[in-house]
Nanobody
Framework: QLQLVESGGGLVQAGGSLELSCVAS????????WGWYRQALGKQRELVAA???????NYADFAKGRFTILRDNAKNTVYLQMNSLTPEDTAVYYC?????????????WGQGTQVTVSS
């Protein structure tokens, strides 16, 4: 019953910024790993950023220095701050959660939110 709900996508000019949010709800769970992925038209889904339960982060090369993954554990929410956006960042962005339950771990995905960057 766990659900991830994303928000924050939209249209922005090149050089602008957006902040995406993803909220997990619907069950008793522990957070193992948060992640943000994106999929551009005609391309494979790729990792943007990830955060472990201990707060360690991992970024794709294109995201380093421009994007920041943040979390608010009290709100079961993960954020992706995106700065200096370019048209190449245009994609559907998905949040991902590896959650721990009594019987094991499960992987969940948000519904996706469109980010469009105009030149």
């Amino acid at each position: 019953q766990l659900q991830l709900v994303e928000s924050g996508g939209g249209l922005v000019q090149a050089g602008g910024s957006l902040e995406l949010s993803c909220v997990a709800s619907g069950g008793v769970f522990t957070i193992n790993t948060w992640g943000w992925y994106r999929q551009a038209l005609g391309k494979q889904r790729e990792l943007v950023a990830a955060m472990t339960s201990g707060g360690g982060t991992n970024y794709a090369d294109f995201a380093k220095g421009r994007f920041t993954i943040l979390r608010d554990n009290a709100k079961n929410t993960v954020y992706l701050q995106m700065n200096s956006l370019t048209p190449e960042d245009t994609a559907v962005y998905y949040c991902n959660l590896m959650a721990g339950f009594r019987l094991g771990r499960r992987d969940y995905w948000g519904q996706g939110t469109q980010v469009t960057v105009s030149s």
